[in-house]
């Protein structure tokens, strides 16, 4: 049956606001409250034999993948290769038989991840893909199919999907983590814990919709825009200037919070907006220094973190967007929600095509 977009303005909308139902849905296949363990779907491979991860995808379900290197090595100590599929299938990687090659996809038709995929293959890699469409061609050719379960994703700009990729990256992160012997069951147990507060925490941001929406006025007129973080964060400060990039048409750039200082502060002036990602932890303070200087040279932050980040380095902020508290795992699942509603609003303030931005195309089979 045709899905329908209800009470909501526009499906991307609608996807965003699905976002703690499909969350939990996934996470129910791949955590185990009874027993507090994360569980893959059956399989017969051998996790804890795994020496090395490459990482494969296109667009937002790349930064997806990129949030997924922070975690795996932090986690399972498993060192992270992660490419571009149009990069990846030309550039000759150097790939160990036996490694895990781990594709990501909503659609699972992506023509370039779909290549890298039969690439690696050939070269005797295990394939692993999260895919949104189980009857999708990567599906199929999986060894280890990871399923998400967002439902139909009908809006252009992905959104659902995103979220419903962390949390099944975040699974797998902990279960290969186990596998090579790095997670106790203490630690274990905290985990699916944690996981599974996500839902609740996607919740809370979302509370937030209103906010977000008076604040899109300070972004529709501008030229550029920039968007910082820093460990997890940084590959949400590129999916939120994708997102407001692809959406809206402003020019936005992610950068690495501390890389700023070797460009493009040299944009800054009151005409920029600049987004800052940073949950108080052990990298906050490092980002709120690279925020300081964004300040004195005029920039117009709009700052989001936890109430105790804002309490310490909202001041001076032309917006603020307050997050739950949430543990790093969950941190980038939840953070995903503010730049998904601000991309979202300020699109609708310029008044262009948000399901269906002008060139892009939701699925692309062809390279
Ligand atoms: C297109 C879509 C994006 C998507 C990307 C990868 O560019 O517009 O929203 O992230 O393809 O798609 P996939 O289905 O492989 O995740």
Known sequence: SAVEKGNYRHFMQKEI??????VANTLSSYVRPYDGKVALPDNDL????????????????????????YWIE???RVPVDIDVASEFRYRDPVLEKGSLALFISQSGETADTLAALEHSRACGQIIAAVVNVPTSAMAREADLLLPTHAGPEIGVASTKAFTCQL??????????????????EEEEREIVKHLQEAPEAINDALGHD??????AHLVAPARDVLYLGRGPDYPL?????????????????????????????????????????????PL?????????????????????SDAKGLAEAGDGCVATIEMPEAHPLIQPIVYAVPVQLLAYHVAVLKG??????????????VE
């Not at 606001?17 to 499909?22: I, R």
């Not at 949390?167 to 106790?184: D, E, Q, T, W």
């Open 17 to 22: 606001f699905e976002q703690p139902a499909v």
């Open 46 to 69: 051998d996790l804890s034999a795994i020496d090395r991860v490459t990482i494969v995808a296109c667009g937002t379900s790349f930064y997806a993948g990129m949030v997924a290197k």
């Open 74 to 76: 932090q986690f399972a």
């Open 167 to 184: 949390a099944v990256l975040a699974a797998f992160a902990a279960n290969l983590a186990r596998a090579k012997g790095k997670l106790s």
């Open 210 to 215: 209103d906010d977000i929406q008076a604040m």
């Open 237 to 281: 400060a590129l999916e939120g200037a994708l997102k407001l990039k692809e959406i809206s048409y402003i020019h936005a750039e992610g950068y690495a919070a501390g890389e700023m200082k070797h460009g493009p502060i040299a944009l800054i002036d009151d005409a920029v907006p600049v987004i800052v990602l940073a949950p108080s932890g």
């Open 284 to 304: 906050f303070e490092k980002t709120v220094s690279n925020m300081q200087e964004v300040r004195a040279r005029g920039g117009k932050i709009i700052f989001i």
């Open 352 to 365: 262009t095509d948000v399901d269906q931005p002008r060139n892009l195309a939701k699925s692309v089979t």
